[in-house]
Antibody, heavy 127, light 108 residues
Framework: QVQLVQSGAEVKKPGSSVRVSCKAS????????ISWVRQAPGQGLEWMGG????????NYAQKFQGRVTITADKSTNTAYMELSSLRSEDTAVYYC????????????????????WGKGTTVTVSS | EIVLTQSPGTLSLSPGERVTLSCRAS???????LAWYQQKPGQAPRLLIY???SRATGIPDRFSGSGSGTDFTFSIRRLEPEDFAVYYC?????????FGRGTRLEIK
């Protein structure tokens, strides 16, 4: 059974970048997509973007366009989320989650529900 | 972007009671593209329902979902102590994926 193992907690200065990893353990994610979802303290869930590792197709939420980069290393079954120009409002728990996907047409994809989640990585942005 | 409005924000109930939560979408959603998640403090969300009404693997049948168009509901037939948590609805399918703000179930 696939588990998603995330990297450890990070403390960053405002203006810097953070990279969080998500490794599929007990299987591969070659046939799945990986999304990144964050949760600020006491707040709800916010989708940041995702990647289909087999084709390196990425999709970002408009709010994070230009500031987030999601990549995947198929050889190690690991996905990465890098967030730049950090500010205090980026303090949150960052989750990766697995989802199915289907190509509808050239460049158009259907993403399914998130059925496997990592335990989360706490990122604290503080001067 | 589809905005999901969940109600109520917080609900105080006792074990054994039945509960129904609401999730209203700002525009029509395909039934196959609506999910519900449970989140307990310090834990990642857990998938309960997908396709508006299908239970995920291992989810007890006291959990159920229904709805179509813009109105969806999630029910727990008989609350167990471990069911007190926050519940989120989510629309998936096409980008962007969005979540509701959640409903918190508290023990009365």
């Amino acid at each position: 059974q696939v588990q998603l193992v995330q990297s450890g907690a990070e403390v960053k200065k405002p203006g810097s970048s953070v990279r969080v990893s998500c490794k599929a353990s007990g299987g591969t994610f070659s046939s799945f997509a990986i999304s990144w979802v964050r949760q600020a303290p006491g707040q709800g869930l916010e989708w940041m973007g995702g990647i289909i590792p087999i084709s390196d197709t990425v999709n970002y939420a408009q709010k994070f366009q230009g500031r987030v980069t999601i990549t995947a290393d198929k050889s190690t079954n690991t996905a990465y989320m890098e967030l730049s120009s950090l500010r205090s409002e980026d303090t949150a728990v960052y989750y990766c989650a697995r989802e199915g996907w289907q190509q509808l047409a050239q460049g158009f994809y259907y993403y399914y529900y998130m059925d496997v989640w990592g335990k989360g990585t706490t990122v604290t942005v503080s001067s | 972007e589809i905005v999901l409005t969940q109600s109520p924000g917080t609900l105080s109930l006792s074990p054994g009671e039945r509960v129904t939560l609401s999730c209203r979408a700002s525009q029509s959603v395909s039934s196959r593209s609506l999910a519900w998640y449970q989140q307990k403090p310090g834990q990642a969300p857990r998938l309960l329902i997908y396709g508006a009404s299908s239970r995920a693997t291992g989810i007890p049948d006291r959990f159920s979902g229904s709805g179509s168009g813009t109105d969806f509901t999630f029910s727990i037939r008989r609350l167990e102590p471990e069911d007190f948590a926050v519940y989120y609805c989510q629309v998936y399918g096409n980008s962007p994926i969005t979540f509701g703000r959640g409903t918190r179930l508290e023990i009365k």
